[in-house]
């Protein structure tokens, strides 16, 4: 059952980046290879790595907020090239990524392979489904003086209603120690709360003195 995993999590994404999309293996086959203090056994794996499938273009579909010209810019695949699926696949987190700026958190895009075995190419169809606009909610502070955390509220630009920005955290963080003075090291347990009622994201940031 363990070579199964390494099977489908760690030997057939080598065949998927270098555009063998039907790559298969069957089970692994075990033969004991010394059987003495210890038994070693040795392990084949049978592959049928099937055709290498060359890219012919994307297509996208369903997306609104972005532009096809927006969306095509996080994706890496070139044409005439062997078809990377698992290129694919981190560039469509991108994508995922791209729309939680706008506050479609749970925006996804789902690729659709169109095989021409005939000529060992492949065709992606990428539809996206953006899913509903979240928007900010309430930010709190604690573990602060009272001070600071009011200079903390006052810099966060992310407000109330505004559309929200899944990556504003990170780039506060970024400025936040030098526009408010803080000194003293502290961590940030940061924690967001989704309201799928009011389709509003609330932030509480929580600040624990290093040791």
Request: charged share 25%.
């Amino acid at each position: 059952t363990k070579m199964r995993a390494q099977e489908r999590l760690n030997f057939l994404p080598v065949y998927l980046a270098r555009g063998y999309l039907k790559a298969s293996f069957s089970d692994a086959q075990a033969k004991v290879a010394e059987d003495g203090a210890q038994t070693l056994v040795d392990v084949s794996f049978p592959v049928a790595p099937g055709l290498q499938y060359r890219l012919t273009g994307i297509e996208w579909a369903g997306n609104a907020v972005f532009t096809d010209g927006q969306l095509q810019e996080r994706i890496h695949l070139k044409t005439g090239e062997p078809a990377n699926a698992v290129e694919l696949g981190d560039d469509l987190e991108q994508v995922h990524k791209l729309y939680g700026t706008k506050g479609y958190l749970f925006a996804h895009a789902d690729p659709t392979p169109e095989l021409d075995d005939s000529k060992s190419t492949v065709h992606y169809q990428l539809s996206v489904t953006e899913g509903d606009l979240y928007r900010m909610g309430d930010l709190q502070i604690d573990g602060l003086d009272a001070e600071i955390a009011k200079k903390i509220a006052a810099n966060w630009q992310l407000k109330k209603g505004d559309p929200f920005d899944d990556s504003y955290t990170r780039t506060f963080f970024k400025t936040m120690f030098r526009d408010t003075g803080l000194r003293v090291p502290m961590s940030v347990v940061q924690k967001q709360s989704i309201n799928q009622q009011d389709k509003t994201v609330s932030v509480s940031l929580h600040f624990v003195p290093k040791s």
